[in-house]
Nanobody, 123 residues
Framework: VQLQASGGGLVQAGGSLRLSCAAS????????MGWFRQAPGMEREFVAV????????YYADSVKGRFTISRDNTKNTVYLQMNSLKPEDTAVYYC?????????????????WGQGTQVTVSS
């Protein structure tokens, strides 16, 4: 099982980026897929998750209204559209799969992780 994250880069404050995470090795249409991020010297923190069946989404308060998570099950891919980016959004962003069906905001409940993609927002 592999998760390949891409789409990171350098952007000015107020700009946008779209991250992609392509999964291979199995299908994840019945699993929750999430995004986490980790800034230097900080713990990995929850950003967003999309759950199966209903495609309900949940967000960290810090990104609510600016970020949108979505998935394309035909491509086994999850996306994170990030708008109105701020310097404090600078971090390595990781996609992950939760097949427990619970604990969506805890990184301990995710079994599979991508390699991370760097997002840097300049002021």
């Amino acid at each position: 099982v592999q998760l390949q994250a891409s789409g990171g880069g350098l952007v000015q404050a107020g700009g946008s980026l779209r991250l992609s995470c392509a999964a291979s090795g199995r299908t994840f249409s019945s699993d929750a897929m999430g995004w986490f991020r980790q800034a230097p010297g900080m713990e990995r923190e929850f950003v967003a998750v999309i759950v199966p069946s209903t495609d309900s989404t949940y967000y960290a308060d810090s990104v609510k209204g600016r970020f949108t998570i979505s998935r394309d099950n035909t491509k086994n891919t999850v996306y994170l559209q990030m708008n109105s980016l701020k310097p404090e959004d600078t971090a390595v962003y990781y996609c992950a799969v939760n097949d427990y069906g619970a604990g969506y905001m805890s990184n301990l409940m995710y079994d599979y992780w991508g390699q991370g993609t760097q997002v840097t927002v300049s002021s």
